[in-house]
């Protein structure tokens, strides 16, 4: 059974650097891109960062960039979100899912990828 299994998040305060994992149950992570996005109360999903999984690239969101960044790590068969200076509007569920067959040049279809982990909230409130 192929999974993708999230970490980390909850509350936190802003300015905040936590970081979320996703990692892979019964496939090799590193041959799939991984894309990262949230869904805030009342919008629809948002895009946020990918990492591709044929050359390591990755995207991030206008929202995002500067702020969070993506990071895989081959050992643990993980993909890290690190976030950083974490305001109110980063209040979100966020999501990881894996395909072999997007690129990561920005938000992909969200209605066609292949693999989705549980999406986990994150709640930035002081």
């Known amino acids: 059974q192929v999974q993708l299994v999230l970490d980390g998040g909850g509350l936190v305060q802003p300015g905040w650097s936590p970081r979320l994992s996703c990692a892979a149950i019964?496939?090799?992570?590193?041959?799939?891109?991984v894309t990262w996005s949230r869904e805030a109360p009342g919008k629809e999903r948002e895009g946020v960062a990918c990492i591709s999984g044929s050359d390591g690239s990755t995207w991030y969101a206008d929202s995002v960039k500067g702020r969070f960044s993506v990071s895989r790590n081959s050992a643990k068969n993980t993909v890290y979100l690190h976030m950083s200076s974490l305001k109110p509007d980063d209040t979100a569920i966020y999501s990881c899912?894996?395909?072999?067959?997007?690129?990561?040049?920005?938000?992909?279809?969200?209605?066609?990828?292949?693999?989705w982990g549980q999406g986990i909230p994150v709640t930035v409130s002081s």
């Open positions: 899912a894996a395909d072999k067959m997007i690129s990561c040049h920005g938000p992909p279809d969200y209605n066609y990828l292949e693999i």
């Open positions: 019964g496939f090799r992570l590193d041959d799939y891109t």
